[in-house]
């Protein structure tokens, strides 16, 4: 959620305007290091519009806040930006004012004092005293009103709070209870036929996901990989799959680090081998992924294609992106170019009919993956839909002429929305030049799957699968 604008010469509750909210040189209260990294980390966000995954470990690493005080720090950070819209109807009504007329300084301190009050373990005068300190450090003036809405606020549990504050409408209490915006909780009911089940997905999207690792087929083998980690598992249907436990860098394991496996969800290793394994008459070594970036779907499907001497070309639009894929791939078939995947039949390295199988790993909204970027629920809009069902179209076009006739191409997004899944399906094949049919997708994902539905199409999910809420569509081109 972005700081809210305001006017020339607005002067916000608790303190001054945010440009001149700078801690003051001198007699500066003793800061808890943790917390003040997490404070920094959900300021860079509403601030700088930054991404906690990547500001958070440098913020970290500069202040050398370790073990259990980074562990903390991560908590807070990371609940604190997932609940961001429960926790400020929270403090707002504290407060008894809109958070807008809030310093955002003040109002970023209070979310993360409010959630370690409402979600954590932490003791109400620790919570409170080490937020005022730090409410001091940033706007002397403001914490007595930090202290008054705090205390406030630890009058009574989350519990009470929802039940205080609950809309009447069904979707909007939901909202509230399980911190989403109300359209994505529409969405997600739409897709799943029930608000009851929607519900169930939104409280997976408020736990810390596991990190999975893709093991490189004919490179490493999954259960030796798994073995060689601490704690560490197969995962549950992807046969590539190894389930970290705990903490730690996955870029320190010697096999991400060598190119033998590397972090991938669950679910975008199904529906990437679900292309791979579906059944394909004559030819079958020329492999298109058509949006490529940031690689993780062209390692496996190169890996994959280096063990059915078959070869990848990799496309991606934006030039720091194609050279992750190419890091990504690095001694493997994959062939990566800095190139726009609409172009099919006017790039000489984009042949019509040119090939065997084609991915489309679309740009969507990432409803799929909230769970792993705890501000992405409250960045994106409805508004940002229609530009992305566009082009998600556009692409799928694109597929469509680029794969050769018998051949296969999936569409992949990581999003339940259904403008961009079935609906992005049957437009692009309504307005396609050629002749596509729908392929049962379920026969190429693992038997024990749960819950798939009745084909063709796939949706995985969170909260039946354990993997991002991946959409999976196979079409065979006929003509």
Not at 36 to 52: G, L, P, S, T
Not at 57 to 63: C, V, W
Not at 115 to 120: I, K, R, S
Request: a neutral charge; proline letters at 7%; glycine letters at 8%.
């Amino acid at each position: 959620m972005r700081s809210a604008r305001r006017g020339p010469g607005a002067r916000p509750a608790g303190g001054r305007d945010d440009r001149l909210a700078r801690p003051p040189r001198g007699g500066r209260p003793a800061l808890d290091p943790a917390r003040e990294a997490a404070y920094e980390a959900v300021a860079a966000v509403h601030r700088d519009d930054a991404y906690a995954n990547l500001v958070l470990p440098r913020i970290l690493r500069e202040s050398g806040v370790t073990g259990r005080d980074a562990a903390f720090a991560t908590e807070l950070t990371y609940g604190t930006l997932r609940q961001t819209g429960t926790l400020d109807a929270i403090v707002a009504a504290a407060a008894d004012r809109p958070m807008e007329r809030i310093d955002p300084p003040v109002r970023d301190a209070l979310r993360l004092g409010a959630y370690q009050l409402l979600h954590l373990r932490v003791g109400a005068h620790a919570a409170v005293a080490t937020t005022v300190d730090l409410v001091r450090s940033l706007v002397p003036g403001a914490a007595g009103f930090a202290n008054a809405v705090l205390r406030r606020v630890a009058e009574t549990d989350r519990t009470a709070w929802l039940a205080r504050l609950a809309p009447a409408d069904p979707v909007d209490r939901a909202a509230l209870t399980h911190a989403h915006p109300a359209w994505i909780v529409r969405a997600f009911a739409d897709a799943l036929g029930s608000l009851e089940e929607a519900e169930l997905a939104l409280d997976a999207d408020n736990l810390a996901p596991p990190v999975h690792l893709c093991a490189h087929p004919g490179l490493i083998d999954t259960a030796d990989l798994a073995a060689s980690l601490r704690g560490a598992s197969v995962g549950r249907y992807s046969p590539y799959a190894v389930v970290l436990s705990g903490g730690g860098d996955p870029a320190a394991i010697a096999a991400v680090r060598d190119g033998r496996a590397h972090v991938q969800d669950e679910g975008s290793q199904l529906v990437a081998n679900a292309l791979a394994t579906a059944p394909l008459d004559g030819r079958d070594d020329t492999w298109l992924d058509l949006c490529a970036g940031p690689g993780g779907k062209a390692g496996l499907l190169g890996a994959l294609a280096l063990q059915r001497g078959a070869h990848v070309t990799a496309v991606e639009v934006a030039h720091h992106r194609a050279a992750l894929v190419a890091s990504a791939t690095t001694g493997l078939p994959v062939y990566t170019i800095n190139a726009d995947g609409r172009d099919v039949g006017r790039d000489r390295d984009l042949p019509a009919g040119g090939f065997d199988r084609v991915l489309v790993d679309a740009p969507c909204t990432g409803l799929g993956a909230l769970r792993r970027r705890p501000e992405a629920r409250w960045r994106r809009q409805p508004s940002d839909l229609p530009p992305l069902t566009r082009l998600q179209r556009e692409l799928l076009q694109a597929a469509f002429r680029a794969v050769r006739p018998g051949g296969l191409v999936a569409y992949v997004t990581c999003s339940p929305h259904q403008a961009e899944t079935s609906v992005s399906v049957t437009e692009a094949a309504r307005r396609s030049d050629v002749e596509v049919d729908l392929v049962d997708a379920r026969p190429y994902l693992p038997g024990s799957l749960p819950e798939v539905g009745t084909g063709p199409t796939v949706q995985l999910w969170p909260h039946r699968h354990g993997t991002d809420a991946m959409f999976l569509a196979l079409l065979r081109r006929t003509a």
